[in-house]
């Protein structure tokens, strides 16, 4: 049987202190990482939307399934609170770690902060944080994603399939890591079809994140392009993707899904015929592969970098309807082992 702790986030007094606090709690004989329990436990903190986004998040806890049932190890998550500070994932983090889970994983660059923080607390502990390398350390794990690659391939398919030659761009936050998956996809487009039009859009300008959550505003993104022409929509919005591809299935167009196969997400069923593909992130095994070299005692340090070449990244094609699309399909590999032995360069950043 599954055995999942969900740990409560509990919020700070006042925004302005979580803004300003630096640090969560003081050193003693408890923050050096080792367990209280003789169970090996493992902890996700998960990004914004949590689980249940069809997408980023549930790929992460993908992957803690996968351990506790081929490792046998406990598994514990934590979800994000609407608005927090830093301070609430230096407590999170605090927390999951002064429990004894190891590895703590942070699912999002978001995160980087507040490890940066509490990882010299927890020397013992390894701490993963996945989509962010600007913080490292003798105990950080860096997950990383050439997303650009992945969402090339996905532009190759939209200019194979679109009719109207006009195609969607959905970021949900304008933030370097979304403008890879942008760069990727316009290029892929342009380079198959030089006279497509790619119409992009970002929901939302940092700090507001609720690109990230919001289905509604993925939804109404989608319906303006869609008005305008488009017939292919390709969203990079965590759960705020899942609403367009709900509009797209409204029209009758074609959706891209991203960062887990979405075809298969059962939130999605209803939907799921208009989802031609999705880029794909192994972020399932990313998050399996450091929990096993923790419990095997050699954890993984440093940079970990997923790409094409290692089918970190990719294009599912679990849509029946997309398998029967041989002249797309042949054009994918083609572009996909272009890549790999270095012919193409995918851009990261538009």
């Given at each position: ?21 630096t ?34 998040n ?60 509490v ?64 760069a ?49 929509v ?55 592969n ?31 309807k ?29």
């Open positions: 049987m599954r055995r999942i702790t969900r740990i409560a986030t509990v919020g700070l007094a006042s925004a302005a202190l979580a803004l300003s606090a640090a969560c709690g003081g050193k003693n004989s408890s923050d050096t990482g080792s367990s209280d329990s003789k169970d090996a436990s493992a902890a996700i903190a998960y990004d914004i939307g949590g689980r249940g986004d069809q997408s980023f549930d790929a992460a806890y993908a992957g803690l399934q996968k351990a506790e049932s081929e490792l046998k190890i406990k598994g514990a998550e934590a979800e994000p609170t609407d608005g927090e500070g830093e301070a609430d994932k230096v407590q999170r983090l605090t927390e999951l770690a002064r429990k004894g889970n190891n590895p703590v994983i942070g699912v999002g660059f978001a995160y980087a902060p507040a490890i940066k923080k990882a010299p607390k927890f020397p013992n502990t390894t701490f993963g944080i996945i989509d962010d390398t600007s913080v490292t350390g003798p105990n950080i794990a860096n997950l990383v994603f050439n997303e650009e690659q992945g969402s090339y391939l996905a532009g190759v398919a939209a200019a194979k399939v679109s009719k109207t030659g006009t195609i969607g761009f959905i970021g949900g936050v304008e933030v370097p890591l979304i403008k890879k998956f942008e990727g996809f316009t290029q892929g487009v342009k380079d198959t079809n030089p006279n497509a039009k790619v119409l992009s859009q970002y929901l939302t300008q940092p700090p507001n994140f609720d690109g990230f959550a919001k289905p509604d505003l993925g939804k109404a993104a989608a319906q303006g392009q869609l008005d305008a022409g488009a017939d292919v390709y969203a990079a919005a965590g759960l705020a993707g899942s609403g367009a591809i709900e509009a797209a299935s409204a029209k009758g167009k074609w959706a891209i899904g991203v960062d887990s196969d979405q075809y298969n997400q059962a939130g999605l069923s209803k939907y799921k015929d208009a989802i031609l593909t999705s880029v794909t992130k192994d972020v399932e095994d990313s998050v399996f450091l929990i096993k070299s923790v419990k095997d005692g050699k954890p993984t340090t440093g940079e970990i970098r997923y790409g094409l070449d290692k089918d970190g990244v990719g294009l599912a094609d679990s849509n029946p997309y398998k029967e699309m041989t002249d797309v399909i042949a054009a994918v590999e083609k572009a996909k082992a272009e890549i790999i032995a270095k012919k193409i360069n995918v851009k990261t950043a538009p």
